[in-house]
């Protein structure tokens, strides 16, 4: 399915089967030259067709057809490979192109750190077998020509101007794009208007939720009246609000941590994850889904990180398992 949400700019409705998500938004712009889609779902049939169904419906030119991905997970940038041509262009950010380079290690590396933060092992092999997300990567990244993107790069399609804004937290090079004449936001996964996004733990991005929270608050700075996120719907929402009560969230979800560790010291981070306030349609931590656990265990970290850099809690191993207690 397929929509025009702006002059020339379109919304391809990509389906995200076994994803909590749901859909992703791919915006494509049209013009008489270059094209632009952003964002291209997980590596599956599914997605691939309904991309292809919908550039097909709005004649869109597949050998004029650029890429632009917002950040490095499957369900924005698995078909990658598959929809480029000679000549294309994929613009994706300097940091998330460096993660797809050392990706198998970082993914070694964050398996045994949720193992050290009380993950049971067969819920680790289990969710990687179950989650479609692991499967559906792009295939080989490493023979991807990129275009890295930093701060202020631009890229011009017809009559719209973007510039690409670094917004690090959801992943090491989360970002967004912004058309200042329009004032247009492509805010990917950075902010979503129905749901919070995940934050969780990054090897390369120390403190991940602190770059997260100061990347919410310079995404502030900018005129914005039209956003258009990477999932859900986004009619009638304000900007500049939603920042606001995305970093309310948070000071929530950081003071209920804190809050948990004072109580209870010397718990890890599954532990205090299980104790935490999730919305999410289960009577209890033992009914969630084992991929809803890995992200919520994930998103508890990102919290813990934040608290031990702000000097308000520590951790201590003992027997091969981080213990978090107030300092």
Known sequence: MTEEIYKNIFRIHVPLKGNPLKELNAYYIKSEGKQLLIDNGFRTEDCYLALIDGLNELGADHNSLDLAVTHLHSDHSGNTERLMRKGCSVYMSEADVAYCSAADEERVSFDERLLSEGFLPEWLEEQKRSNPAENAWMEHPDKIDFVKMNTGNKIKIGEYELTWLLTPGHTPGNSMLYEPTHK????????????????????????????????????????????????????????????????????????????????????????????????????????????????????????????????????????DLWLYSEK
Request: glycine share 6%.
């Open 184 to 319: 247009l936001m492509f805010t990917g996964d950075h902010i979503l208007f129905s749901i919070t996004p995940n934050i969780t733990s990054w090897g390369m991005l120390p403190n991940a939720l602190g770059a997260y929270i100061d990347s919410l608050k310079d995404a502030k700075n900018y005129e914005v009246e039209h956003s258009f996120p990477g999932h859900r719907e986004f009619e009638g929402c304000d900007y500049s609000k939603r920042i606001d009560e995305i970093l309310s969230h948070h000071e929530r979800r950081l003071d209920q941590a804190h809050s948990i560790i004072s109580a209870n010291p010397g718990l890890n981070a599954t532990e205090i994850c299980s104790k935490m306030t999730w919305q999410i349609r289960c009577k209890d931590w033992d009914s969630f889904p084992l991929v809803q656990k890995f992200f919520a265990v994930g998103e508890t970290l990102a919290h813990l990180e934040y608290l031990m850099n702000k000097g308000l809690i520590e951790r201590v191993k003992e027997k």
